[in-house]
Protein backbone atom coordinates (compact mmCIF):
# COMPACT_ATOMS: atom_id res chain seq x y z
CA UNK A 1 0.00 0.00 0.00
CA UNK A 2 2.27 3.34 -1.37
CA UNK A 3 0.30 5.31 1.30
CA UNK A 4 3.43 7.98 1.16
CA UNK A 5 3.09 7.83 -2.43
CA UNK A 6 -0.45 8.80 -2.49
CA UNK A 7 -0.53 11.15 0.06
CA UNK A 8 2.36 13.03 -1.88
CA UNK A 9 -0.27 13.62 -4.49
CA UNK A 10 -3.79 13.30 -3.03
CA UNK A 11 -6.45 16.00 -3.89
CA UNK A 12 -7.06 19.43 -2.08
CA UNK A 13 -9.46 17.76 0.56
CA UNK A 14 -9.73 20.57 3.14
CA UNK A 15 -11.52 18.43 5.98
CA UNK A 16 -10.19 15.90 8.01
CA UNK A 17 -11.60 12.46 6.76
CA UNK A 18 -11.87 9.96 9.52
CA UNK A 19 -13.39 7.85 7.12
CA UNK A 20 -10.55 7.50 4.56
CA UNK A 21 -7.75 6.08 7.22
CA UNK A 22 -5.90 9.66 6.62
CA UNK A 23 -4.17 8.03 3.57
CA UNK A 24 -5.66 10.60 1.06
CA UNK A 25 -4.58 13.54 3.15
CA UNK A 26 -4.99 17.03 1.99
CA UNK A 27 -1.32 18.31 0.75
CA UNK A 28 -2.22 21.78 1.40
CA UNK A 29 -2.31 23.66 4.67
CA UNK A 30 -5.14 23.97 6.00
CA UNK A 31 -5.70 27.37 6.81
CA UNK A 32 -8.25 28.59 9.70
CA UNK A 33 -11.22 30.31 7.17
CA UNK A 34 -12.83 32.74 10.25
CA UNK A 35 -9.40 34.94 11.05
CA UNK A 36 -8.90 36.34 7.78
CA UNK A 37 -5.01 36.13 7.50
CA UNK A 38 -4.08 34.67 10.92
CA UNK A 39 -3.22 30.85 9.73
CA UNK A 40 -1.98 29.04 12.88
CA UNK A 41 -0.48 26.06 11.38
CA UNK A 42 0.78 25.34 7.82
CA UNK A 43 0.75 21.41 7.81
CA UNK A 44 -2.17 19.71 7.82
CA UNK A 45 -3.46 18.18 10.85
CA UNK A 46 -4.79 15.34 9.52
CA UNK A 47 -1.32 14.28 7.87
CA UNK A 48 0.11 14.86 11.50
CA UNK A 49 -2.62 12.64 13.10
CA UNK A 50 -1.69 9.82 10.89
CA UNK A 51 1.98 10.15 12.47
CA UNK A 52 0.47 10.34 16.49
CA UNK A 53 -1.87 7.19 15.07
CA UNK A 54 1.10 5.18 14.01
CA UNK A 55 2.67 4.90 17.83
CA UNK A 56 0.66 1.90 19.17
CA UNK A 57 1.10 3.43 22.52
CA UNK A 58 -0.93 6.48 21.85
CA UNK A 59 -4.97 5.66 22.50
CA UNK A 60 -6.24 9.14 22.38
CA UNK A 61 -4.78 12.68 21.13
CA UNK A 62 -6.78 15.39 21.94
CA UNK A 63 -7.05 18.39 18.79
CA UNK A 64 -5.52 20.73 20.66
CA UNK A 65 -2.59 18.37 21.42
CA UNK A 66 -2.57 17.42 17.05
CA UNK A 67 -2.03 21.48 16.67
CA UNK A 68 0.66 21.54 19.06
CA UNK A 69 2.41 18.83 17.59
CA UNK A 70 2.07 20.45 14.01
CA UNK A 71 3.58 23.66 15.17
CA UNK A 72 6.08 22.28 16.98
CA UNK A 73 6.82 20.48 13.53
CA UNK A 74 7.03 23.79 11.65
CA UNK A 75 9.31 25.22 14.50
CA UNK A 76 11.46 22.04 14.25
CA UNK A 77 11.74 22.63 10.41
CA UNK A 78 13.20 26.69 10.80
CA UNK A 79 15.16 25.54 13.14
CA UNK A 80 17.01 22.74 11.50
CA UNK A 81 17.35 24.69 8.56
CA UNK A 82 18.92 27.63 9.86
CA UNK A 83 21.17 25.57 11.71
CA UNK A 84 22.08 23.54 8.62
CA UNK A 85 22.22 27.43 7.07
CA UNK A 86 25.10 28.15 9.05
CA UNK A 87 27.58 25.26 7.95
CA UNK A 88 26.56 26.21 4.51
CA UNK A 89 27.18 29.90 4.90
CA UNK A 90 30.77 28.47 6.03
CA UNK A 91 31.33 26.64 2.95
CA UNK A 92 30.72 29.83 1.28
CA UNK A 93 27.68 28.23 -0.70
CA UNK A 94 24.08 29.75 -1.42
CA UNK A 95 22.10 26.24 -1.41
CA UNK A 96 21.55 23.72 1.22
CA UNK A 97 22.95 20.40 0.88
CA UNK A 98 22.30 17.01 2.15
CA UNK A 99 25.90 16.87 4.03
CA UNK A 100 24.84 20.53 5.94
CA UNK A 101 21.90 18.70 7.27
CA UNK A 102 24.37 15.83 8.65
CA UNK A 103 26.75 18.36 10.21
CA UNK A 104 23.70 19.90 12.18
CA UNK A 105 22.78 16.44 13.41
CA UNK A 106 26.25 16.02 15.07
CA UNK A 107 26.88 19.63 16.03
CA UNK A 108 23.43 20.44 18.11
CA UNK A 109 22.66 18.26 21.07
CA UNK A 110 18.83 18.69 20.49
CA UNK A 111 19.17 16.74 17.44
CA UNK A 112 20.71 13.69 18.55
CA UNK A 113 17.40 11.96 18.55
CA UNK A 114 17.59 12.25 14.42
CA UNK A 115 21.19 10.22 14.12
CA UNK A 116 20.47 6.81 11.85
CA UNK A 117 17.05 7.87 11.24
CA UNK A 118 17.43 9.29 8.16
CA UNK A 119 19.37 6.86 5.96
CA UNK B 1 3.63 -5.07 3.48
CA UNK B 2 5.25 -3.33 6.67
CA UNK B 3 4.85 0.39 6.65
CA UNK B 4 7.68 2.23 8.35
CA UNK B 5 6.42 5.38 10.36
CA UNK B 6 9.24 7.31 8.71
CA UNK B 7 7.45 7.29 5.53
CA UNK B 8 4.69 9.15 6.75
CA UNK B 9 5.97 12.52 5.61
CA UNK B 10 4.52 15.96 5.60
CA UNK B 11 4.02 17.33 2.56
CA UNK B 12 6.84 18.85 0.66
CA UNK B 13 5.57 22.04 -0.79
CA UNK B 14 4.63 23.18 2.67
CA UNK B 15 8.39 21.76 4.06
CA UNK B 16 10.03 23.74 1.52
CA UNK B 17 7.84 27.00 2.04
CA UNK B 18 8.63 26.34 5.85
CA UNK B 19 12.69 26.40 4.89
CA UNK B 20 12.75 29.21 2.16
CA UNK B 21 10.90 31.48 5.26
CA UNK B 22 13.36 30.92 7.51
CA UNK B 23 16.14 31.15 5.24
CA UNK B 24 17.53 34.39 4.31
CA UNK B 25 16.77 35.03 0.32
CA UNK B 26 18.59 33.66 -2.29
CA UNK B 27 19.38 30.68 -0.39
CA UNK B 28 18.57 27.70 -2.04
CA UNK B 29 18.04 24.21 -0.49
CA UNK B 30 18.87 20.61 -2.74
CA UNK B 31 16.10 18.09 -3.11
CA UNK B 32 17.90 15.72 -1.22
CA UNK B 33 18.66 18.45 1.87
CA UNK B 34 14.91 19.04 1.89
CA UNK B 35 13.47 15.63 1.53
CA UNK B 36 15.74 15.15 4.46
CA UNK B 37 14.41 17.47 6.84
CA UNK B 38 10.99 16.59 5.61
CA UNK B 39 11.54 13.13 7.03
CA UNK B 40 13.48 14.63 10.39
CA UNK B 41 10.36 16.30 10.74
CA UNK B 42 7.84 13.27 10.42
CA UNK B 43 10.73 11.69 12.97
CA UNK B 44 10.52 15.04 15.15
CA UNK B 45 6.61 14.52 15.56
CA UNK B 46 6.69 10.41 16.32
CA UNK B 47 9.57 11.21 18.89
CA UNK B 48 7.79 13.75 20.49
CA UNK B 49 4.63 11.87 20.42
CA UNK B 50 5.80 8.82 21.90
CA UNK B 51 7.16 11.58 24.91
CA UNK B 52 4.05 13.06 25.31
CA UNK B 53 2.45 9.97 25.71
CA UNK B 54 5.02 8.87 28.66
CA UNK B 55 3.65 12.50 29.92
CA UNK B 56 -0.38 11.35 29.64
CA UNK B 57 0.47 8.03 31.21
CA UNK B 58 2.28 9.08 33.95
CA UNK B 59 -0.85 10.92 34.78
CA UNK B 60 -2.99 8.21 34.54
CA UNK B 61 -4.62 9.59 31.79
CA UNK B 62 -5.39 7.96 27.70
CA UNK B 63 -5.67 11.00 26.46
CA UNK B 64 -2.91 13.00 24.84
CA UNK B 65 -3.18 16.84 25.66
CA UNK B 66 -1.82 19.78 24.84
CA UNK B 67 0.03 20.30 28.46
CA UNK B 68 1.81 16.63 27.46
CA UNK B 69 2.97 18.18 24.14
CA UNK B 70 4.88 20.93 25.80
CA UNK B 71 6.19 19.00 28.77
CA UNK B 72 7.68 16.38 25.79
CA UNK B 73 9.13 19.49 24.33
CA UNK B 74 11.11 20.53 27.22
CA UNK B 75 12.04 17.01 28.42
CA UNK B 76 13.70 16.85 24.30
CA UNK B 77 15.52 20.16 24.93
CA UNK B 78 13.52 22.65 22.97
CA UNK B 79 12.46 24.92 25.82
CA UNK B 80 12.57 27.36 23.51
CA UNK B 81 9.78 26.43 21.53
CA UNK B 82 7.75 26.20 24.44
CA UNK B 83 6.50 30.10 24.92
CA UNK B 84 6.01 30.28 20.93
CA UNK B 85 3.86 27.30 21.15
CA UNK B 86 1.92 28.25 24.07
CA UNK B 87 1.05 31.70 22.33
CA UNK B 88 0.29 29.69 19.33
CA UNK B 89 -2.17 27.50 21.26
CA UNK B 90 -4.06 30.39 22.93
CA UNK B 91 -4.67 31.75 19.81
CA UNK B 92 -6.12 28.34 18.54
CA UNK B 93 -8.10 28.35 21.43
CA UNK B 94 -10.05 31.69 20.91
CA UNK B 95 -10.25 30.56 17.04
CA UNK B 96 -12.04 27.17 18.12
CA UNK B 97 -13.84 29.71 20.54
CA UNK B 98 -15.24 32.10 17.84
CA UNK B 99 -15.88 28.62 15.47
CA UNK B 100 -18.39 27.49 18.23
CA UNK B 101 -20.05 30.77 18.90
CA UNK B 102 -20.47 31.48 15.09
CA UNK B 103 -22.18 28.11 14.29
CA UNK B 104 -24.13 28.55 18.11
CA UNK B 105 -25.24 31.95 16.54
CA UNK B 106 -25.85 30.57 13.35
CA UNK B 107 -28.29 27.74 14.62
CA UNK B 108 -29.97 30.73 16.59
CA UNK B 109 -31.01 32.78 13.92
CA UNK B 110 -32.13 29.54 12.01
CA UNK B 111 -34.30 29.02 15.19
CA UNK B 112 -35.80 32.42 14.94
CA UNK B 113 -37.05 32.54 11.33
CA UNK B 114 -39.91 30.46 10.00
CA UNK B 115 -39.12 27.06 8.66
CA UNK B 116 -41.58 27.00 5.26
CA UNK B 117 -39.38 30.26 4.34
CA UNK B 118 -36.00 28.95 5.25
CA UNK B 119 -36.27 25.63 4.13
CA UNK B 120 -33.83 26.03 0.98
CA UNK B 121 -31.41 27.87 2.49
CA UNK B 122 -31.33 26.15 5.68
CA UNK B 123 -30.35 22.85 4.23
CA UNK B 124 -27.25 24.23 2.91
CA UNK B 125 -26.26 25.65 6.10
CA UNK B 126 -27.45 22.50 8.17
CA UNK B 127 -24.68 20.45 6.42
CA UNK B 128 -22.07 22.93 6.99
CA UNK B 129 -22.95 23.19 10.52
CA UNK B 130 -23.24 19.40 11.22
CA UNK B 131 -19.68 19.24 9.78
CA UNK B 132 -18.75 21.73 12.38
CA UNK B 133 -20.71 19.79 14.97
CA UNK B 134 -19.33 16.38 14.45
CA UNK B 135 -15.63 18.06 14.60
CA UNK B 136 -16.64 20.05 18.07
CA UNK B 137 -17.85 16.55 19.68
CA UNK B 138 -14.26 15.67 18.63
CA UNK B 139 -13.21 18.54 20.01
CA UNK B 140 -11.77 17.04 23.08
CA UNK B 141 -11.12 13.57 22.13
CA UNK B 142 -10.02 12.23 18.90
CA UNK B 143 -10.59 8.39 18.46
CA UNK B 144 -7.22 6.94 17.45
CA UNK B 145 -7.61 3.19 16.48
CA UNK B 146 -5.01 0.92 17.65
Redesign the interface.
Known amino acids: ?A??AA??AGSGTP?EE?ASGGEAAA???QA?T??PG?R?????LA???????????????????????A????????????D??CC?QQGKR?????R??DNA?EAV???A??EG??D | ?A?R???????????T???K????D?????K??RS??S????????????C??NFAMKGKR?????S???SA?EE???QR?VA??KE??E???R??K??KE?SEQKKKDRDKKTDSEEQDKSREDEDEDE?RLD?EE?????????
Request: glycine share 2%; charged share 25%.
Open positions: MAAAAREPQAPSAALSRLPRVKALVKADPDVTLAGQEAIFILRAAELFVETIAKAYAKTLQRDLIDEFFLTL | MEPEDLNLPNAVIRIIEALPGVNISEAAIRAASVFVLYATSANKTLNADVLMMEFFPLALAYREQGKAEEQNEEEEVDN
